[in-house]
């Protein structure tokens, strides 16, 4: 629902039965555009979220977390020096404009005065001002006298309304049928083109309502009549799509207030955004890690192919001392036959003039000495860099498979541990239990299958030896255990099973997808390698499709 002077009119009525009389208790500012205030009122202590941001611009209550900046804005420690503690003494809309103004008596040992907080919705020129007699003490968003802005928005300016819209008042029947005199065109685009506060979304449920010949009165009665129905709407996925004031259909979820429904949704979009943005960002770090290692890879490779010239230098150093009686100091070199081949070919071998032919050879000998070592080490670190890639890549597929910002913030630490984000340290974070695995149920018998590599190591530790483990064969994949409890574990859990394994593996696409099953007692995990690195022996292999199998799930809908 836009955040239009229709939805606001119902926003501030709500929020006038809620919050006047309450105190406000803290103040914080989360992002450099949203106010959070906590307020005790007589319901209770609630949370009253305002957001100037362009995209979610809204005035709502929340229960929604979230973490707040080390060093306050200078705004927030403005509104913490004059409202602490005030007393909310009135809310309303302003007129028909986008714009909430909350009123408060700010008392305090030393001063008693009043102030206005003005929560303009409006887009991108959304803003929070604090007003004392007229005059602007601070705002979220400031102009200066360069800027040549319409208003002028600084400490110490007096505040002045936006300009009015050349558009008819939606509270005046009379100034609306006077627009509604010149209709023309698509109902919807005319109303929301003639008459203020109404946005074009709103428009299309009034005609929907009332159809295309809706009259200057219905238009008024819907924006002033006490038609009232909040909820929320969902798309296919049944994810939250919308929030409306009135119009509800049969897929709708009903709320008794428009702030209930306000919250739930605003919830459910920070949550999404929350995990998109952290999923962005572990992308971002994963993929410069992973570049950095095939760089890595390629330097090796590129180095290994020198060294594949050892045994030729060494021929060189041995020819050289075969035919040391042939060679004179002050020779640039010398055709000398490869005894090694069976044509007995002959090849020229480069020498120092400076050196004796006895130093020559050793010259060559020490280069292929070197040479070894070099690709005894390269070879060491070619397998290692190689460990280390698929490793990123197998922290790849758990990022892929993550499906909330829970199963996020476990690969988080990991990235943090491997050294490829920085995390600043928080003396006042609390210890997060550890996230558990996804759980299901089926036949009376229990499956787990780990959300991380962090998780896939914890799992194979919580199973007992006879436990099945199934993991997805030349794929990184969830590992997924059955507990037996001492029984024979029927084919049918072993299906389940290996189809949750293939959904939460690289190959959740394909159509069929080899999952390997074997006892608990024959996985290893080898000293000092990546999380969720295993090996094992003894096992089976199984064919299925992926499937996620919600329907066993324990998890909590």
């Known amino acids: 629902m836009p955040q239009d002077a229709y939805t606001l009119r119902r926003v501030a009525e709500e929020l006038e039965n809620l919050l006047v009389g309450g105190k406000i208790s803290k103040i914080n500012m989360p992002e450099r555009d949203e106010l959070t205030l906590i307020i005790y009122t007589r319901c209770g202590s609630v949370k009253l979220e305002i957001s100037c941001s362009a995209k979610n611009n809204r005035i709502s209550l929340s229960e929604t977390e979230k973490p707040n900046p080390q060093v306050a804005p200078n705004f927030c420690m403005l509104l913490r020096k004059h409202l602490q503690n005030a007393q909310i003494t009135a809310v309303g809309q302003v007129g028909s404009e986008r714009i909430i103004k909350i009123d408060f008596d700010c008392i305090s040992d030393f001063s008693d005065s009043k102030m206005s907080l003005y929560c303009e919705i409006m887009g991108k020129y959304s803003n929070i001002i604090l007003v004392e007699k007229g005059i602007i003490l601070g705002s979220v968003k400031q102009t200066t006298l360069e800027e040549n802005a319409k208003r002028i928005l600084f400490s110490g300016a007096k505040y002045t309304l936006p300009a009015p819209q050349d558009k008819a008042d939606p509270s005046s029947l009379d100034e609306i049928s006077k627009a509604f005199e010149n209709k023309t065109g698509e109902a919807a685009k005319f109303i929301s083109s003639a008459v203020g506060g109404i946005a074009y979304s709103t428009a299309l449920e009034m005609t929907e309502t009332y159809g295309e010949d809706i009259t200057a009165e219905q238009v008024y009665e819907y924006f002033n009549g006490d038609g009232y129905a909040p909820c929320i709407v969902f798309d296919v996925n049944g994810e939250p799509k919308d929030f409306k004031v009135r119009s509800c259909d049969g897929g709708a979820k009903r709320y008794a207030d428009l702030l209930s429904a306000q919250k739930d949704y605003y919830a459910a979009v920070y949550k999404k955004q929350t995990f998109e943005d952290t999923k962005r960002k572990l992308f971002s770090a994963l993929h410069s890690a992973v570049k950095k290692t095939e760089k890595r890879l390629g330097q090796i490779e590129s180095k290994l192919l020198e060294c594949d010239s050892a045994e030729s230098v060494k021929l060189k150093g041995e020819l050289i001392t075969a035919n040391i009686y042939r060679l004179e100091r002050g020779m640039t070199s010398f055709n000398a036959v490869n005894y090694y081949d069976e044509n007995l070919q002959e090849i020229n071998i ?33 397998e290692e860099t190689r460990q280390k890639y698929d490793y990123l890549n197998s922290i790849n597929s758990s990022i892929c498979a993550a499906e909330c910002i829970e199963d996020l913030k476990e690969i988080n630490d990991e990235l943090a541990a491997e050294g490829l984000i920085k995390v600043v340290a928080d003396k006042k974070k609390k210890a997060t239990p550890a996230l558990p695995f996804r759980q299901y149920s089926f036949m009376g018998f229990t499956i787990f299958a780990g959300r991380n590599n962090v998780q896939n190591d914890r799992l194979i530790k919580s199973l007992s030896t006879e436990d099945l483990w199934l993991h997805a064969r030349r794929f990184h994949s969830s590992h997924v255990g059955i507990i037996s409890d001492g029984k024979t574990i029927p084919d049918e859990v072993i299906l389940k099973a290996a189809e949750i394994c293939a959904y939460y593996s690289e190959a959740r696409d394909n159509d069929k997808v080899t999952i390997d099953f074997t006892k608990r007692k024959c996985v290893k995990k080898p000293p000092r390698s990546h999380p969720g690195f295993t090996t094992y022996s ?8 992926p499937c996620a199998h919600r329907e066993l799930s324990n998890e909590e809908k």
């Open 350 to 382: 480069l020498l120092d003039r400076q050196l004796t032919p006895a130093q020559n050879a050793q010259k060559y000998y020490r280069q292929y000495a070197k040479l070894k070592r070099t690709l005894a080490i390269l070879s060491d670190q070619r």
């Open 538 to 545: 003894e096992y089976n292999s199984i064919n299925v499709a």
